[in-house]
């Protein structure tokens, strides 16, 4: 969990301990909604926090957890493994974020950490079913490996997750190695690309059983969870995650555009500018989003903020060139629609 997440949910700490009971189950309900189960691993993980009061109050809240859902949760440390895939690869171990030192060979350097690095990763992005040696080994080197240099960076993976377990023996089995397939169970991880989807999930669902208003909170949470591209700094990942990560930004964009449409409906023009920039940095060709600021911004009078949406979305997508013909294009539909009403 970010540095961020983990702040986000203190928020929700006092309301976890609160001497009301309606205050706790209020709290429970919308901390469970938001994060699931993994609420727990984060509550727990913060019985570790430096701050003495935080530690106290995840173990309050651990204990108000317990009483509202009637589960049987262990006040303890949290000893499982987070893995941060949207953005820059982190992953935690116990409470001990892994450093560039951590994955590094003694004897292999930089190159050695990567490789270990892009390891994890695609065992991450295969998950229950696993990679081949072949697959595994094509998918850290990018193309030709030898023997040696795979057994010594599976050896070393193999080491940074017993190291940092702290002699735990619920994680000795998470790495599985049999029958040149090799396997990071699940069980023993979760990451925060399962928290993205099944918090845009939720909202798609509420917006399907309700309405759009009622499924924007959960948009947003979303739209939070989502740190960047999908194992954004791994190099090798570029030929074997084009897939996952186009699906994981184009639910990010749908957010995005989900959120900008209720803040236009709420005349909240400069909101929906604001949020249909964060959607074009991911996705300059996101035809959707570049739509809805052309058209908070008319609305809001900011004449050159439609006009440089529109010259950066012709750009993106190739429009820009002469003799190219824009009229089945949307956004350009949109632009000239705009400009009639403007004139």
């Known amino acids: 969990m970010s540095q961020s997440h983990m702040k986000a949910l203190q928020l929700y700490l006092p309301l976890l301990a609160h001497h009301q009971h309606a205050v ?5 309900l919308i901390v469970l909604g938001t994060y699931g189960d993994r609420a727990l691993t984060y509550l727990r993980r913060m019985t570790d926090d430096s701050d003495y ?4 109050s995840a ?11 009637n589960q049987a949760i262990k006040v303890q440390s949290f000893r499982g493994m987070y893995i941060e895939c949207l953005g820059r690869l982190r992953v935690y171990i116990g409470n001990h974020e892994i450093q560039h030192q951590d994955w590094a060979q003694s004897q292999s350097g930089r190159a050695g950490a990567q490789k270990v690095q892009a390891m994890l990763a695609y065992l991450v992005h295969c998950g229950r079913r696993g990679a ?21 960076t599976l050896t070393s993976l193999q080491q940074v997750i017993t190291m940092y377990a702290n002699g735990s023996q619920d994680m000795e089995p998470a790495l599985v190695v049999e029958n040149d397939t090799c396997i990071l169970d699940p069980q023993y ?19 399907r059983e309700q309405e759009l208003m009622q499924a924007v909170p959960m948009y947003w949470q979303a739209i939070q969870l989502y740190g960047g591209p999908y194992m954004a700094d791994i190099a090798s990942a570029r030929a074997w995650c084009r897939q996952r990560r186009d699906y994981l930004m184009n ?18 023009f400069h909101k929906c500018i604001d949020i249909c920039r964060v959607a074009i940095d991911a996705d300059p060709t996101a035809d959707e989003p570049v739509i809805w600021l052309m058209r908070a911004a008319a609305a809001a ?11 950066n979305y012709l750009r ?20 000239k629609e705009l400009n009639g009403t403007n004139n």
């Open 132 to 152: 081949h040696r072949a697959a595994l080994g094509a998918a850290a080197w990018g193309g030709v490996f030898s023997d040696n240099s795979f057994a010594r």
């Open 316 to 335: 993106a997508t190739g429009l820009d060139k002469q003799n190219i013909d824009r009229s089945q294009d949307m956004v350009a539909q949109v632009y």
């Open 301 to 311: 009078g900011q004449r050159p903020e439609l006009e440089y949406a529109y010259c």
């Open 189 to 207: 991880y979760h990451t925060d690309v399962q928290l993205f989807e099944r918090t845009f999930a939720q909202a798609t669902e509420i917006e």
């Open 53 to 56: 009061e935080v530690r106290q």
């Open 24 to 28: 706790r189950q209020q709290a429970c």
């Open 59 to 69: 173990r309050l809240a651990l204990l108000a957890m317990t009483e509202m859902t």
């Open 251 to 268: 639910s990010f964009v749908i957010a995005t555009e989900r959120v900008a449409e209720q803040a236009f409906a709420a005349q909240q």
